[in-house]
């Protein structure tokens, strides 16, 4: 199986999106970062890791939103949450949130479980049946004959 591009950093206003049919190369990934260290290689990681698990769905997914936090602030402490958006075409936004010790563990999880939450949302929209249409005002329709 081949591996998926990474998510870039942003795209170009003049570059127009078309909804359904663009590849995760084309996908603007933000991540934000407050309280936290992040380099350049970080960032670079976690949009691999986004293309590796959300480009299967980028023809459904218009932008994802990365936000990584220190739970704490200021006064210290261990705990570091993830927080991930994923705004779909056609369907509701997915939101995950993760809370873990390490940076590392909160945003493999809470990509993980973003991965989870996009497959059903795009599934369910899938699965959904398709309405029948309803018949156009001025048309009888036939009563059920009589048995």
Do not use: W, Y
């Amino acid at each position: 199986m081949a591996t998926q591009p990474a998510m870039p950093r942003f795209i170009p206003k003049r570059v127009k999106r078309a909804s359904g049919r663009t590849d995760a190369s084309r996908t603007p990934a933000h991540v934000r970062v407050i309280g936290v260290e992040l380099d350049k290689d970080d960032r670079k990681l976690i949009r691999l890791k986004l293309g590796a698990k959300l480009g299967k769905f980028a023809t459904s997914i218009e932008r994802v939103s990365v936000r990584v936090t220190d739970a704490n602030g200021p006064r210290g402490g261990v705990d570091q949450v993830c927080r991930v958006k994923v705004v779909l075409s056609g369907l509701p936004s997915v939101v995950v949130e993760r809370r873990h010790r390490s940076l590392g563990a909160a945003i493999d999880a809470a990509l993980q479980a973003t991965e989870g939450a996009v497959r059903s949302s795009v599934r369910r929209r899938r699965m959904k049946p398709r309405r029948r249409r309803k018949p156009a005002s001025g048309t009888r329709t036939r009563p059920p004959s009589p048995a």
